[in-house]
C-alpha cells in the first residue's frame, strides 16, 4: 500500500444480502462457510442480546491516535458498520459517545474495533452496539495520518471496505464481498438442517443416534459399563 489514503467509493455487499445474514447470526454463518471469518475472542460485545449485520467501513489508525476515525464517519452510510484498527496494539479509548452520536444520525449500525472504547454507559442508553478490545478510558490525540477504506486485519481476518461484517453476543465475523451469496444459501442450508434436529431432539431423539455417533465412540474404544463394573474394574487396577 501507499500512503495515507481516504478511499470514497468502495463497492459494498448487497445489503438485503447482508440483512439475511444478520438473522442468522455469527455461530450459524461461521459453521456455513466452513468454520471460517471469525475475528478472534479478543473483541467482545460491550451490551447483551443485540445482533447488527452491514457492510464495512474500514479504519486504520495510529495507536493512541483517532484523527482518522473523524476522517472515516463522513464516508460511512446507512447499513454500515465502523470497523476500526490500528497499525501497532493499543487499547486506548478511541471512540466514544461524540462518535456514536454522529456514526447513529448517518444510520450506521455499530462498530467493531481492536482499540478500546470509553462512554460506555451512554453507548449502552443509547443503543448504539460495539464490540471493542477493551473497555479504558484512556484519550487519544489527533496527529498522525492513517487510512480509511483500505484492507486491515483484526485478529485472523483481513477484513476489506465492503465485506459483511456480522456481530452478536458470540463475537464478529466477517464474509467477503463477493462470497456473501454463497455465504447466505449455506446459512438458509444450515438452518433447515437446525430446524429438523431441533424438532428431533424435542421429541426425544438422541444426537448420538441421529448423528450416528455410537460407532465413532466403539471405534474410539470407548466402553459402556455399570458403575459396579467400572467400580470393579478400577480396584482391579488399583
Not at 463522513?74 to 501497532?88: F, K, M, N, P
Not at 480509511?148 to 453476543?169: E, K, Q, S
Request: with cysteine.
Amino acid at each position: 500500500m501507499s500512503g495515507p489514503v481516504v478511499v470514497t467509493d468502495i463497492d459494498r455487499a448487497d445489503a438485503a444480502t447482508a440483512d439475511a445474514l444478520g438473522v442468522h447470526g455469527v455461530a450459524t454463518v461461521h459453521e456455513a462457510m466452513g468454520r471460517t471469518g471469525l475475528v478472534g475472542a479478543g473483541i467482545r460485545p460491550i451490551q447483551d442480546g443485540v445482533r447488527i449485520a452491514g457492510t464495512a467501513v474500514t479504519v486504520l489508525c495510529h495507536p493512541g491516535d483517532n484523527l482518522m476515525i473523524h476522517a472515516a464517519v463522513e464516508q460511512c452510510r446507512a447499513g454500515d458498520v465502523l470497523v476500526v484498527t490500528t497499525t501497532s496494539p493499543s487499547i486506548d479509548g478511541a471512540f466514544g459517545e461524540l462518535f456514536a452520536t454522529a456514526l447513529h444520525a448517518r444510520g450506521v449500525r455499530g462498530l467493531v474495533t481492536t482499540t478500546g472504547v470509553r462512554d460506555v454507559a451512554e453507548l449502552r442508553a443509547m443503543g448504539f452496539p460495539v464490540w471493542s478490545a477493551a473497555v479504558f478510558a484512556q484519550g487519544t490525540v489527533k496527529a498522525t495520518p492513517g487510512s480509511v477504506n483500505v484492507p486491515i486485519t483484526l485478529g485472523a481476518v483481513t477484513v476489506a471496505p465492503g465485506d459483511v461484517i456480522v456481530a452478536d453476543d458470540d463475537g464478529v465475523l466477517r464474509v467477503p464481498r463477493r462470497g456473501a451469496d454463497a455465504a447466505l444459501a449455506a446459512a438458509d442450508a444450515r438452518l433447515a438442517k437446525e430446524e429438523a434436529d431441533r424438532a428431533a431432539y424435542g421429541g426425544g431423539q438422541l444426537s448420538l443416534d441421529r448423528k450416528g455417533l455410537r460407532p465413532l465412540l466403539a471405534e474410539l474404544g470407548v466402553e459402556y459399563l455399570t458403575q459396579a463394573d467400572w467400580e470393579a474394574q478400577n480396584r482391579e487396577r488399583g
